[in-house]
Each structure stands twice: as C-alpha cells, then as structure tokens.
C-alpha cells in the first residue's frame, strides 16, 4: 500500500549539485516526518536531513549548508538539494517518511556518484 520512489541519482563531478526527489504513495503525507539517509560503501546508514510536519529540519553536520532538503505536500514529495557535493558524498540515498516514532517507510534508494 505504502510506496516511496527517490530518484534524481546520477553521476556528478565534485562541486556539482543534484536535486534528490522522493515520491510517496498510499500515506496522508502531511503527517509525517520526511527524511534522507545515505549508506556509503563499508558504512553504515546514517541520517542526512529531515523535516517534520510542521517544516523543523536538521542536518547532519556533514551536510549542514551544502544540502537542503525540502518538501512539498501537493505532490506528496520531499527533495533533497545538495550542493558543493564532494566525493565523500558517494552512497545510496534513502528516502523515508516516519510517524509518531512508529509507522516508518522507506524507499528503495538511489545512487548517487560523486567523481572527476
């Protein structure tokens, strides 16, 4: 029932910007907290951005004024800008829509390439 589909993933050179998109399905969407996850090759899956409901966002000190993420609630999706995107940004990105700490989904990720 519950479907989430990123996409916007790709190769970029160092420096780029991509615009992360991730499309939920079969959710009220306005009542979740909406957010980005990455697992680079050998790491573990780590937090990058999320926003609630009510817009507060957080960052990951790795993304803090590079990344913005975003969402819009018409079209049932949430993006990620990233910006000044640095190879050690190279992972698997992960969408994911929470609720009351409980309901949790996630989409199937989409790769994102950063190398000269």
């Known amino acids: 029932q519950v479907q989430l589909v990123e996409s916007g993933g790709g190769l970029v050179q160092p420096g780029g910007s991509l615009r992360l998109s991730c499309t939920a399905s079969?959710?009220?969407?306005?009542?979740?907290?909406m957010g980005w996850y990455r697992q680079a090759p050998g790491k573990q899956r780590e937090l990058v951005a999320v926003?609630?409901?009510?817009?507060?966002?957080n960052y990951a000190d790795s993304a803090k004024g590079r990344f913005t993420i975003s969402r819009d609630n018409a079209k049932n999706t949430v993006y990620l800008q990233m910006n000044s995107l640095k190879p050690e940004d190279t992972a698997v990105y992960y969408c994911?829509?929470?609720?009351?700490?409980?309901?949790?989904?996630w989409g199937k990720g989409t790769l994102v390439t950063v190398s000269s």
């Open positions: 926003m609630t409901n009510g817009g507060t966002t």
């Open positions: 994911n829509v929470n609720f009351r700490g409980t309901l949790d989904y």
């Open positions: 079969g959710i009220i969407f306005t009542i979740y907290t």
